[in-house]
C-alpha cells in the first residue's frame, strides 16, 4: 500500500509556460523589439527562455537556420511566433481587425492634452481653476499642436488634403500653406494682444473655407474619407471633429477682435 506525504500533498500541480526568445544584444547594441518581446511574453505569463544573439554571424547564421529577416523570434510551445508585433496578434487577434480602422482617438488626444495644457497656463497666470484666457488659450494650444502634425509631413498632408479641401484642389500651393498659416495664427494668439489681433484674420479665412470644404465632403456629398488634420497618412475618419477644428478656428477669429475692439 502507498502513502503520500504531507508535503506531497500540499504541492500545487502547476505547468509552467515557458517560451523562447532569440534576440539581437551586442555589444552596441541591443534590440528595442526584443526588450518588448520579452516584457510582453512576460506579462503574458510566460517564463522566457532568453538567448542573446551577440554578434553579426551568430545572426545571421540564426536567420539562415530558421529562414526569417529578422530578429527577434519568439517560439512557444515549439511554434515559431515572431517579433513584437506577431506576439501582440498571437495574444490578441482582435488585433488585426483594428489595423488600418479609423479612429478619433489621435484628436481626441490632442485636445485631452491641450485642455490640461491651457488648464495649467490659465491656473498659474491667473490662480483661477477655470478662466477665459484659459479657453482662449485651449484653442490656441489645440491649432498649435495640430499644425505640429500637419508639419511633420507637409507632402503627406498637402496630398490627403487634396481630397477635399475646395481651394486646395483649385490651388495646389494652399495644401502647403494651410500648415504654417495655422501654426502662425496659433502662436500669435497665444501671445494676445495685439499679436492675437494680427492672427485672427488667418484663423478666420482658413476656418471658414476647412469648415464648407468638410461639410461638403461630409454631410452634402456623404464620401468615407480620412481627415489630415493630424498628418497625413492618418487614420482619423473626415467628420464631426474635423468640422469641430474649423468651427474653433472661426470662433477665435471672430472673438479676438470683438473683444479686443469692442469690449476693449
Not at 140 to 145: C, H, K, L
Not at 197 to 216: D, E, H, Q
Not at 218 to 241: I, M
Request: aromatic content about 10%; proline content about 4%.
Amino acid at each position: 500500500m502507498s502513502s503520500t506525504t504531507a508535503d506531497q500533498v500540499s504541492a500545487p500541480q502547476s505547468a509552467t509556460k515557458t517560451a523562447r526568445l532569440y534576440r539581437m544584444v551586442m555589444p552596441g547594441h541591443t534590440c528595442p523589439h526584443g526588450l518588448k518581446s520579452k516584457w510582453y511574453l512576460e506579462r503574458n505569463g510566460y517564463t522566457v527562455e532568453d538567448h542573446h544573439l551577440t554578434t553579426r554571424e551568430e545572426i545571421d547564421a540564426f536567420k539562415e537556420k530558421h529562414g526569417v529577416k529578422t530578429t527577434p523570434q519568439a517560439f512557444i510551445e515549439g511554434e515559431r511566433i515572431g517579433g513584437f508585433e506577431a506576439l501582440k496578434h498571437h495574444f490578441d487577434s482582435s488585433l488585426a481587425a483594428k489595423q488600418g480602422k479609423k479612429s478619433y482617438a489621435p484628436v481626441l488626444v490632442i485636445f485631452g492634452v491641450c485642455a490640461l495644457m491651457a488648464w495649467g497656463a490659465s491656473f498659474a497666470a491667473t490662480g483661477q481653476l477655470l478662466s477665459l484666457r484659459g479657453i482662449e488659450w485651449f484653442a490656441a494650444f489645440s491649432m498649435a499642436v495640430l499644425a505640429i502634425q500637419k508639419l511633420r509631413d507637409v507632402e503627406s498632408f498637402s496630398t490627403m488634403f487634396l481630397n477635399y479641401d475646395l481651394l486646395a484642389k483649385r490651388w495646389v500651393p494652399y495644401g502647403y500653406i494651410y500648415p504654417f498659416a495655422e501654426g502662425l495664427a496659433a502662436v500669435l494668439m497665444i501671445a494676445g494682444g495685439s499679436l492675437a489681433l494680427a492672427g485672427s484674420p488667418i484663423a478666420l479665412v482658413i476656418g471658414t473655407i476647412g469648415a464648407f470644404s468638410v461639410f461638403k465632403a461630409v454631410y452634402v456629398e456623404r464620401r468615407d474619407l480620412k481627415c489630415a488634420c493630424v498628418g497625413g497618412n492618418s487614420n482619423v475618419p473626415l467628420g464631426f471633429l474635423s468640422l469641430t477644428e474649423n468651427l474653433v478656428m472661426i470662433t477665435m477669429g471672430l472673438w479676438v477682435p470683438f473683444k479686443i475692439l469692442v469690449l476693449g
